[in-house]
Nanobody
Framework: VQLQASGGGLVQAGGSLRLSCAAS????????MGWYRQAPGKQRELVAA???????NHADSVKGRFTISRDNTKNMLYLQMNNLKPEDTAVYYC??????????WGKGTLVTVSS
């Protein structure tokens, strides 16, 4: 299983970015999918998650601003990020997990939000 995250970059506060995660497998088979981020000097944290049934969960810090979605036909996972804030600056990772509890991670894409 390989995951490739893309779409990061430098954006001003208040701007938007859409992150994409391309999977080498059919993602509908997987139990859960999500986006995580890790800021410098901090632990990796969950940003948003989605189950195979479509139930979503967003961290309180991004609720109302970020939206996770997926396209099973393209084996893609997305994170739409609006109204970005400097504290959103981090490396963003996509993850998918199978029914056996094995997680697969992408390499990450850097998002930098300037004030």
């Amino acid at each position: 299983v390989q995951l490739q995250a893309s779409g990061g970059g430098l954006v001003q506060a208040g701007g938007s970015l859409r992150l994409s995660c391309a999977a080498s497998v059919r993602i509908f088979r997987f139990n859960d999918m999500g986006w995580y981020r890790q800021a410098p000097g901090k632990q990796r944290e969950l940003v948003a998650a989605m189950t195979t049934g479509g139930t979503t969960n967003h961290a309180d810090s991004v609720k109302g601003r970020f939206t996770i979605s997926r396209d099973n036909t393209k084996n893609m996972l997305y994170l739409q990020m609006n109204n970005l804030k400097p504290e959103d600056t981090a490396v963003y990772y996509c993850k998918i997990g199978d029914l056996y509890g094995i997680n697969y991670w992408g390499k990450g894409t850097l998002v930098t939000v300037s004030s």
